[in-house]
């Protein structure tokens, strides 16, 4: 067990909608990221928080957004979903920079 | 853009046997390195890293070699288990701000009883 807890485990949702994902990252970690894993992509760096802030933005849509809270919990909102939005979305947690990145087990997003 | 690794090909041991798995990275800046491993319906775990000033690092069965001449990386597992089996991922820091990583498209390893 990482430690770092994602929920839901799954979702299914239709095209157009809007959804969150959350996630709950190691204690004492204050940095947080999400990833994209598809089958053609692979896993794709999305965004990274650090202590509430935005540290460091990938490939992420415009129609996606996150935050990371104060008790350095994190959302990823995903709107407008298309189906090519179906994927793993990883959340991941670290102590610092240059440190291990620990995951999540994901949420499987659905969209049909 | 520059990646490390986009293949996802597959390699088959025999039990007990070792297993290599390699890693081509583009940017000569990365400075950190790290193996992760994934089994089915699980998240990417975390197995051992290593800096670029050093060439190599040996953890518990499994041993991570850095050539920074030729960019290269490979995840050697002693006496490799059918728990072993798994997709392998390495993953670099090109330093960048913050701590992005970016992933190779993975090795599965099957091992064989």
């Known amino acids: 067990d990482s430690g770092v807890t994602q929920t839901p485990k799954h979702l299914i949702t239709a095209t157009g909608q809007r959804v969150t994902l959350r996630c709950s990252p190691r204690s004492g970690d204050l940095s947080v990221y999400w990833y994209q894993q598809s089958l053609d992509q692979g896993l794709q760096f999305l965004i990274q928080?650090?202590?509430?802030?935005?540290?460091a933005k990938g490939n992420i849509l415009e129609r996606f957004s996150a935050q990371q809270f104060p008790d350095l919990h994190s959302e990823l909102n995903l709107s407008s979903l298309e189906l090519g939005d179906s994927a793993l979305y990883f959340c991941?947690?670290?102590?610092?920079?240059?440190?291990?990145?620990?995951f999540g087990n994901g949420t499987r997003l659905t969209v049909t | 853009g520059e990646s490390v690794g986009l293949h996802l090909p597959t390699l088959s041991v025999q039990e007990g046997d070792n297993s290599i798995i390699n890693c081509a990275y583009s940017n000569s800046a990365s400075d950190y390195f790290i193996w992760y491993k994934q089994e089915s319906g699980k998240g990417p775990q975390f197995i051992i890293d290593?800096?670029?000033?050093?060439d190599k690092r040996q953890g518990q069965r499994v041993t991570v070699l850095l050539n920074k001449t030729v960019k290269h990386l490979s995840l050697q597992i002693a006496a490799t288990q059918p728990g072993d089996s798994a997709v392998y991922f390495c993953a670099e820091n090109r330093n960048n701000a913050g701590n992005m990583l970016t992933f190779g498209g993975g090795t599965r390893l099957m091992v064989k009883p």
């Open positions: 928080y650090y202590n509430g802030e935005e540290r």
């Open positions: 991941a947690s670290s102590v610092g920079e240059n440190s291990p990145l620990h």
């Open positions: 290593i800096r670029s000033n050093m």
